[in-house]
Nanobody
Framework: QVQLVESGGGLVQAGGSLRLSCAAS????????VSWFRQAPAKEREFVAS????????YYADSVKGRFTISRDNAKNTVYLQMNSLKPEDTAIYYC????????????????WGQGTQVTVSS
């Protein structure tokens, strides 16, 4: 069983930055690849970024490539999403997701979800 707790969301002006954190419980965290998804109002949940358990190997949606960076600190059981040059269209609830030894870029095959953290970007 893995529990995921996101933090770091908030209100920021366009062009600003935020860093989200996803803290995980469990002793086998390095066996889990972790992804970030987001869901804007009245829209479907969409993939944002993913990182392999070792930290080597990252994947991004085209919409955030070059602006967002995913990283992890396995000693702290934590995955981060550094978000720079934020745009109003980045406004959404951001969810952390973990999958056992699978890189997940769709909603399928996610083993665990966090509760989400709200990110609001004002214009």
């Amino acid at each position: 069983q893995v529990q995921l707790v996101e933090s770091g969301g908030g209100l920021v002006q366009a062009g600003g930055s935020l860093r989200l954190s996803c803290a995980a419980s469990g002793r086998t965290f390095t066996n889990y690849h972790v992804s970030w998804f987001r869901q804007a109002p009245a829209k479907e949940r969409e993939f944002v970024a993913s990182i392999r358990g070792s930290g080597v190997g990252t994947y991004y949606a085209d919409s955030v490539k070059g602006r967002f960076t995913i990283s992890r600190d396995n000693a702290k059981n934590t995955v981060y999403l550094q978000m720079n040059s934020l745009k109003p269209e980045d406004t959404a609830i951001y969810y952390c997701a973990a999958a056992w030894r699978k890189v997940v870029t769709t909603l399928d095959n996610v083993d665990y979800w966090g509760q989400g953290t709200q990110v609001t970007v004002s214009s």
